[in-house]
T-cell receptor
């Protein structure tokens, strides 16, 4: 059973068109939920860590929120440079293994 | 802070040779380092978890004799692909989890190493 599911797989937005990426998870106990950005041919870049339901974090045009079952990455007025694959990962309370989703490929069209 | 480097960034080798990839945490000590493999347009696949001074824990299906991991210090882990074959061609990424403070519970990734086996 997949622990982390991201949707949509791919998203095309016009510059300035706000939207949200979804990450749903099923773990027995959540230690943390992580968002990363990955550009082609590069390692993932850390964006946010969320620990408990109701928590929110913001960075420039990005805002991450967390509930008991899912997390959203909201992108407000995106720019072409926001184009990348966004990965979500969860870490269970037991053990330190991370479970990654397959990512959402975001393309922002000028 | 929290910078992880990998070396080399790209390597091309002949089938049957061995390749060593280094992963270093440059400005923090890493309790745990992880090695991932990523195929084009796919997510990260965890290969193994290594803690300094102890044997690595390999994921199911990953050959420990083929992918040798050494975690010699709190800032350095190496992955050696032994007797590489074309099917080993992939993008290998390491990550490190910090020792203390705000760096714990968060993985910081290296830039990755593109391995091509001819």
């Amino acid at each position: 059973e997949d622990q982390v599911t991201q949707s949509p797989e791919a998203l095309r937005l016009q510059e300035g068109e706000s939207s949200s990426l979804n990450c749903s998870y099923t773990v027995s106990g959540l230690r943390g939920l992580f968002w990363y950005r990955q550009d082609p041919g590069k390692g993932p870049e850390f964006l946010f860590t969320l620990y408990s339901a109701g928590e929110e974090k913001e960075k420039e045009r990005l805002k991450a929120t967390l509930t008991k079952k899912e997390s959203f990455l909201h992108i407000t007025a995106p720019k072409p440079e926001d184009s990348a694959t966004y990965l979500c990962a969860v870490q269970e309370v037991t053990g330190n293994q991370f479970y990654f989703g397959t990512g959402t490929s975001l393309t922002v069209i000028p | 802070g929290a910078v992880v480097s990998q070396h080399p960034s790209r390597v091309i080798c002949k089938s049957g040779t061995s390749v060593k990839i280094e992963c270093r945490s440059l400005d923090f000590q890493a309790t745990t380092m992880f090695w991932y493999r990523q195929f084009p347009k796919q997510s990260l696949m965890l290969m193994a978890t290594s803690n300094e001074g102890s044997k690595a824990t390999y994921e199911q299906g990953v050959e420990k004799d083929k992918f040798l991991i050494n975690h010699a210090s709190l800032t350095l882990s190496t992955l050696t692909v032994t007797s590489a074959h074309p099917e080993d061609s992939s993008f290998y990424i390491c990550s490190a989890e910090g020792l203390a403070g705000g760096l714990t519970d968060t993985q910081y990734f290296g830039p990755g190493t593109r391995l091509t086996v001819l």
